[in-house]
């Protein structure tokens, strides 16, 4: 007996839904893609109609002439606008899907052709900017169609209004900065007279520097010499004249004596931090570790004139970072403003915690100043004790720049005191000339009447901008004239000086008070 075939079942093999999808999808991708092409081919010969003025027979003039009559001198942009976009659709950018990039296309179209208006935007101009100048007027079409566009392209940019007028902002402020420092730097290299130095004001009364005494003056009270101002003149190498000196530094001194070392004060006898202060510290100290899980025992400690510093040794298997992260409520449980923990101390297999001192001892520069060694340059200067008591000095002469930073009563004024004061102990106006920059006219005063000076206290910024390019400029000519010794330094290059009989340079110490202040009102 047969059997009957089921009606509706077909025997095709079936297409899974899967291919079918991609089917479709790359068929839609060739179509985006042919229609770019197309597009991009009918700009090529747009623009060679209408850039170009060659012969697109009747079909390609007639659609010129349809183009002009329809968009005027907008027909112009046609071109570039297909190629542009079949450029796009070929490289499958999303830019086209995006809904504000073909707003901003179709508006600006409508800017541009108000803009163009009646005169030469052909009929859709004469329909837009027409009718709008018949209801607002010539100037007001324009103002209209300025606007269409400005919306447009900012649509089409993605850019923001106001971050383009911030970036112009930014471009005007730079141009105004840089054309004003080339008029300054003008002015400075035209200048010819004295520059307007203030008369000289009477120094304050002494001030006392971080709770010490006033120290007498280094130098006699003998009224200041005369000094001229800074003045660069122009030098020519090719010339063949000798480098000469910005600075008026050739005249001896003679007769200058340095200061006797005792007439520096020491500071008063102070008991340092008893021992039952520092065991109750110490106690403390490790209480509080115990109460937060640290185990550890003090093994020893080192008392500074204003800090101590208390040697902890954890117990095994303690992280050290522990002891690290528990500053805050440490600095609390001992009632300090502040602490500072070494975790661990260089060189030991010990966590270090420094507290400050209750009673903190005064060091002056009477404790500290003592013979250095026979290698120092005329610039080495004693600066204070570290937190073992030692006394610290160093050479400026092997650091260019110094940058003293801190926050107000840590101590800067005091440095800088500390450091003009070791200069004039040691070092004779041959040896080290000064220049002292001091636009608060608080700090440097006290020493106006130092033979040591070029110039007085400069307390203008308009002057110590000048000054500060004089000391550039004679920093480039001992330059020069160090490559015509072959010296790498200023001890080599005197000697080489000596040697061919002429006269040493001495070292130029800078200083300069308030910095930051001085970069922010300064040209």
């Keep these: 007996m047969a059997r009957r075939k089921k009606k509706g079942r077909s025997l095709r093999p079936r297409i899974p839904s899967r291919v079918k999808k991609r089917t479709k999808r790359t068929s839609s991708h060739q179509q985006h893609e042919l229609l770019g092409l197309g597009l991009a081919a009918l700009g090529l010969v747009l623009a060679a109609i209408l850039y170009l003025e060659l012969d697109g027979g009747a079909v390609g003039s007639s659609l010129a002439d349809v183009l002009a009559a329809v968009m ?46 009646k005169d030469s935007g052909g009929w859709i101009g004469l329909a837009l900017g027409g009718a709008l100048a018949g209801l607002i007027g010539d100037t007001g079409a324009a103002i209209v169609g300025g606007t269409l566009l400005l919306a447009g392209v900012l649509l089409v940019s993605g850019a923001s209004t106001g971050a383009m007028l911030r970036r112009t902002g930014h471009v005007v402020r730079n141009a105004h900065s840089g054309a004003r420092r080339a008029l300054d730097w003008t002015s400075s290299e035209t200048t010819t007279g004295e520059l307007p130095l203030l008369p000289p004001t009477p120094p304050a009364p002494a001030r006392l520097l971080d709770g010490a005494e006033a120290y007498p003056d280094v130098v006699g009270g003998a009224p200041a010499p005369e000094y001229r101002p800074l003045l660069v003149d122009k030098h020519d190498p090719e010339d063949g004249s000798s480098v000469e000196s910005v600075f008026e530094t050739s005249t001896e001194h003679s007769e200058y004596r340095l200061p006797d070392r005792e007439i520096l004060k020491r500071s008063p ?166 220049i002292l920059i001091d636009p608060k006219r608080i700090e440097l005063g006290y020493y106006e009447s130092i033979p ?38 200023l001890p080599e290059a005197n000697r080489a000086f000596k040697a061919r009989g002429e006269e ?20």
Aim: aromatic share 4%; hydrophobic share 45%.
């Design 72 to 117: 005027g001198e907008a027909a112009y942009a046609l071109p570039l606008v297909l190629m542009a976009i079949g450029g796009l659709m070929l490289a499958r950018s999303e830019l086209l899907d995006v809904r504000p990039f073909r707003l901003g296309l179709g508006v600006s179209f409508l800017g541009l052709m108000t803009l163009l208006g």
């Design 269 to 434: 006898a102070t008991p340092a931090t008893t021992g039952d202060s520092s065991a109750r510290t110490a106690d403390l100290l490790v209480r509080t570790l115990t109460e937060f899980g640290v185990e550890a025992t003090v093994s020893g400690q080192i008392t500074g004139p204003r800090v101590t510093r208390y040697e902890l040794q954890l117990a095994p298997g303690t992280k050290v970072s522990k002891v690290a992260a528990l500053r805050d409520d440490l600095s609390y449980a001992l009632a300090t403003t502040e602490i500072r923990i070494l975790a661990p101390i260089p060189g030991k297999q010990a966590v270090g915690v420094e507290v400050p001192n209750l009673s903190p001892r005064l060091v002056t520069l009477g404790d500290i100043y003592a013979d250095l060694p026979s290698t120092a340059s005329p610039l080495a200067v004693w600066l204070g004790k570290d937190i073992s008591g030692n006394s610290v000095w160093t050479d400026l002469a092997r650091m260019p720049h110094l940058l003293i930073a801190g926050t107000t009563g840590s101590g800067k004024s005091g440095c800088i005191n500390t450091i003009l004061t070791s200069t004039l102990l040691r070092s004779t106006p041959d040896d080290v000339r000064m």
């Design 452 to 489: 040591h000076l070029l110039t007085s206290v400069v307390s203008s910024p308009k002057e110590a901008a000048t000054v500060l390019m004089n000391v550039v400029a004679e920093m480039e000519r001992r330059y020069e004239r160090l490559s015509i010794v072959r010296a790498r330094n």
């Design 504 to 523: 040493p340079l001495p070292y130029l110490l800078v200083v300069i008070d308030e910095l930051a202040d001085l970069m922010m009102i300064s040209p």
